[in-house]
């Protein structure tokens, strides 16, 4: 199998362009037909389907970003395990990417304290398959449904160091808070050494144009704390909500 990877539930050629860069680059739409671009659609679809009925009924939980190329011995790959069982213990599942790195520490650390461990997976060009502490895996082709099901089906987000893939996370789901899409939704950025840096310039550059609000800087919270990270992410809505995010089934303010 060493010349096919994993593309979405299938097994394809290596050679196969991801259905992302298919989708996207210009040249390729050029070349298909007005009718295959129906066909696409049904297919992003029924991704969006497969991804519901595989996660619904998966209850509380919090989804975690971080980098995949954190190593075993890295202390971050080690507060990743910590937090994943804290927020097993709990009562919470927790999802991540399903890769390496920190993805894997998340799942370990919540499988090995009994939690459910999800990983949403994508396919790349050079294949990230599933790390072995998943207990509930999805293979996605498209970025933007895998990203649909980590805000969906989680309460909030704990993000740890990363790259491109998870500053990408932090700014959209900075954006979805910022703009009402999601309410109530903390954001805990984990690492205080990794972070500082871009929180000043934010703070310094950001803010000082006029680009954003004071007040959005209050939508992410810091911490070094494993336990403190999930205590910060689970915390229970505000009584002020009226309406409650559905996939909680938390009661509305003043329900009896």
């Known amino acids: 199998m060493s010349d096919h990877r994993r ?10 362009a991801p259905a992302d860069r298919t989708l996207l680059e210009r040249s390729a739409i050029e070349e298909l037909s007005h009718h295959a671009d129906p066909w696409r659609v049904l297919r992003i ?11 619904n009924e998966v209850g509380p939980a919090v989804t975690v970003f971080g980098s995949a190329r954190a190593k075993p011995d ?16 709990r009562g919470f599942a927790v999802i991540t ?28 060009p050079h294949e990230q398959s599933l790390n072995k502490y998943v207990d509930l895996g999805v293979e996605f082709r498209y970025f933007f449904v895998r990203k649909n099901m980590f805000v969906k089906y989680a309460r909030g987000f704990v993000i740890f160091p990363g790259g491109f893939g998870t500053l990408d996370e ?31 310039w934010m703070k310094e550059t950001v803010l000082e144009s006029g680009a954003i609000a004071p007040y959005d800087l209050k939508l992410m919270t810091l911490t070094d704390d494993p336990e403190e990270a999930a205590e910060m992410a689970t915390r229970p809505l505000p009584i002020e909500v009226e309406e409650p ?7 509305k303010a003043g329900a009896q």
């Open 74 to 89: 890295d202390p971050y790959y080690k507060a990743g395990m910590a937090i994943g069982a804290a927020l097993a213990n």
């Open 45 to 55: 679809l029924s991704e969006f389907v497969e991804g519901f009925d595989a996660l």
């Open 245 to 251: 995010r559905e996939q909680t089934g938390e009661p």
């Open 97 to 124: 990417g399903g890769g390496p790195g920190i993805m894997e520490a998340v799942n370990r650390g919540c499988h090995d304290a009994g939690g459910l461990s999800v990983g949403c997976n994508i396919e790349l």
């Open 170 to 200: 932090l700014f959209e789901s900075l954006t979805l808070a910022q703009t009402g899409k999601i309410e109530h939704f903390p954001i805990v950025l984990f690492g205080t050494p990794y972070w500082s840096g871009l929180l000043d």
């Open 7 to 16: 593309a979405g539930r299938l097994v394809v050629p290596r050679e196969h």
